[in-house]
């Protein structure tokens, strides 16, 4: 079992940066690939990015490429998305999601354990 808090959502102009976090539970942790997503008003939650257990792999979705920035620090059990010259197209909910994998899938059907959620809001 893994249990997953995401925090750190907020309001923030367009240009401005968060950090969210995900806090997860159980010494297992560094064998679990982290994915962020996020849900758009009225959409399919959507992949944002991941990152694999031990940190040796990450991956983006093309819209956030060299704007997000994803990383982890297992001796917290903390992943993190660093989110850079923010624009109201990233106003969302924010979740984190877990499996045991060595990959970073894409798709939210592949992910085990769910956090809550955080909401972001981003305004011109």
């Known amino acids: 079992q893994v249990q997953l808090v995401e925090s750190g959502g907020g309001l923030v102009q367009t240009g401005g940066s968060l950090r969210l976090s995900c806090g997860a539970s159980g010494r297992t942790f560094t064998r679990y690939t982290i994915t962020w997503f996020r849900q758009h008003p009225g959409r399919e939650r959507e992949f944002v990015a991941g990152i694999t257990g031990t940190g040796d792999m990450t991956s983006y979705a093309d819209s956030v490429k060299g704007q997000f920035t994803i990383s982890r620090d297992n001796a917290k059990n903390i992943v993190y998305l660093q989110m850079n010259n923010l624009k109201p197209e990233d106003t969302a909910v924010y979740y984190c999601?877990?499996?045991?994998?060595?990959?970073?899938?894409?798709?939210?059907?592949?992910?085990?354990?769910w956090g809550q959620g955080t909401q972001v809001t981003v305004t011109s």
């Open positions: 999601a877990a499996v045991f994998s060595d990959r970073a899938p894409a798709f939210p059907r592949n992910y085990d354990y």
